[in-house]
């Protein structure tokens, strides 16, 4: 079963840029989408952003155009460039895969200070 690990969180000040990156294990072709996930302090998990294989990608309302999700399927990668980021987007972030079932990474930590 694919892996996922998740790099390039940490401590950002608001205003400021992040980028995560998300490697698999092996071919993310057959991952029909692959996305990002996010969970704040005392929230549950959702979406940020996702992309398919064909690189039709679909962001939650907070983006707001902030975020750029992308996949390189020659690298078995996803990522997801942040810009503009404010304290409410702290929270683990963590890559999720599709694939007849759902496939996570351990995330990572990302904190915003104002």
Same mark, same amino acid.
């Given at each position: ?16 840029? /992040?980028?995560?990156?998300?490697? /698999? ?31 039709? &990608?679909?962001? /939650?309302? +907070?983006?707001?155009?902030? +975020?750029?999700? =992308? ?36 995330? &990572?930590?990302?904190?915003?200070? =104002?």
């Amino acid at each position: 079963q694919v892996q996922l690990v998740e790099s390039g969180g940490g401590l950002v000040q608001a205003g400021g840029s /992040a980028r995560l990156s998300c490697v /698999a294990s092996e071919s993310i072709v057959s991952l029909v989408v692959m996305g990002w996930y996010r969970q704040g302090p005392g929230r549950q998990r959702g979406l940020v952003a996702e992309i398919t294989t064909g690189g039709t &990608t679909n962001y /939650a309302d +907070f983006v707001q155009g902030r +975020f750029t999700n =992308s996949r390189d399927n020659a690298n078995n990668a996803v990522y997801l460039q942040m810009n503009s980021l404010k304290p409410e987007d702290t929270g683990v972030y963590y890559c999720g895969a599709i694939s007849g079932r759902m496939y996570w990474g351990p995330g &990572t930590q990302v904190t915003v200070s =104002s």
